[in-house]
């Protein structure tokens, strides 16, 4: 199956959401339509804005030939149904803005929003869709932060596996010394990635086992550490003054790390991944993002509110549990899945 295809079907609440919500505010005051007594609602069932009533509606012709003119009540309707679909409120007005500017009055079918809406869209991720860089570096440095559950040691399992399968050799550190079960599962992630997992005993220093871990990936010749770290918000200052530490640390042994710094983000989140960031880049020196759980999430769009706000670099986005579902973010693939848009001009 294509990538597209891929995400496409595992995007497909987010896009359902938008479609439904479109089909809607576009048959609301389409002529001949019977006017719909509600604001149009992003969660309608499908069935409810089925492609069978609008054909009923226009006797028989297909959902591309119903079409509304774009005014001002429209263009509310659309902000509406971009922040339900955690668009954020200044991104959503952004979009539509955009989208409309030259259109104004025209009439337009929700295909043709679709394709309009994903233009933006495509428009406001190209600057972000960006790889993890990687430099010549050895051992290059990743620390990798986020709150618990967010799924960083799901991530680095899948980054171990890829990197390996690229040809690099991968040292992994399970800095969340203070919890077993997250040792373990890295440990298990290590094991089905084939790359060494450093672990420290239950409580110990996790900036001492960062060390010991520059120590082995230096003299194993390593060209990447990937090191897990503890994710606990509830305890700001401590995550703080321990994520300091292991920078502090690494950096005697070598000055430029952490070359990269990820933040692991979970989609489901919605709106409270923009808090996360802001979190993080006090707590450290964020370089780029990681999405996880885009598979099945209808809160697709804050991956767009992130890049209007950030302008942090999208590395990667997790499409589901296993191993290989890991892929690199496509702007225009994502913008057709989140949008159910067929075309990007
Ligand atoms: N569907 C889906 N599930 C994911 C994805 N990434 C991680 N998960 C799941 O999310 C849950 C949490 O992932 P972890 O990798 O353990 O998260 P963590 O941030 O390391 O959390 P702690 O171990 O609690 O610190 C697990 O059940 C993972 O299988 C993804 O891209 N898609």
């Not at 719909?36 to 309608?44: C, D, I, S």
């Not at 799901?154 to 079960?181: E, M, N, P």
């Amino acid at each position: 199956m294509s990538f597209f295809k891929k995400l496409k079907n595992r995007l497909t609440r987010s896009s359902d959401k938008l479609s439904d919500g479109l089909d809607a505010i576009v048959e609301e005051t389409a002529e001949g339509a019977a006017p719909a007594a509600e604001a149009p609602k992003a969660e309608l069932p499908k069935a409810d804005a089925s492609p069978g009533l609008i054909s009923r509606v226009l006797g028989g012709a297909g959902p591309g030939a119903v079409k509304r003119e774009l005014d001002d009540e429209m263009l509310e309707q659309l902000e509406e149904l971009l922040i339900s679909a955690d668009m954020g409120v200044d991104t959503a007005l952004r979009v539509t803005a955009n989208m409309a500017e030259g259109r104004f009055g025209k009439k337009l079918s929700t295909q043709e929003i679709k394709d309009l809406l994903a233009q933006e869209v495509a428009r406001i991720m190209e600057p972000v869709a960006r790889p993890m860089p990687l430099y010549a570096k050895k051992p290059q440095v990743v620390l990798v932060v986020g709150v618990n559950g967010a799924g960083k040691t799901t991530t680095i399992g899948k980054l171990a596996s890829q990197f390996r399968a690229a040809g690099k050799s991968v040292v992994i550190a399970a800095g969340d010394t203070f919890r077993a079960a997250a040792v373990e599962q890295l440990q298990v992630w290590g094991e089905r990635a084939g790359v060494p997992v450093l672990t420290a005993p239950e409580g110990s220093d996790p900036a001492s086992l960062a060390f010991d871990a520059m120590v082995k990936a230096e003299a194993d010749g390593a060209d990447l550490l990937l090191i897990d770290t503890a994710g606990r918000l509830q305890n700001r200052q401590d995550l703080m003054e321990e994520l300091a530490k292991i920078v502090r640390v690494i950096r005697k042994k070598d000055e430029t790390a952490p070359h990269n710094t990820l933040l692991v983000l979970d989609a489901t989140t919605g709106q409270n991944a923009l808090n996360q960031v802001e979190t993080f880049q006090k707590l450290a020196d964020v370089s780029g993002l990681v999405m996880t759980k885009l598979d099945g999430t209808a809160r697709g769009g804050v991956l767009v509110a992130l890049a209007d706000k950030f302008g942090l670099p999208i590395h990667a986005i997790g499409v589901g549990e296993q191993i290989d579902d890991l892929d690199a973010f496509d702007p225009e693939d994502f913008a057709k899945a989140l949008t159910g848009a067929e075309d990007i001009k």
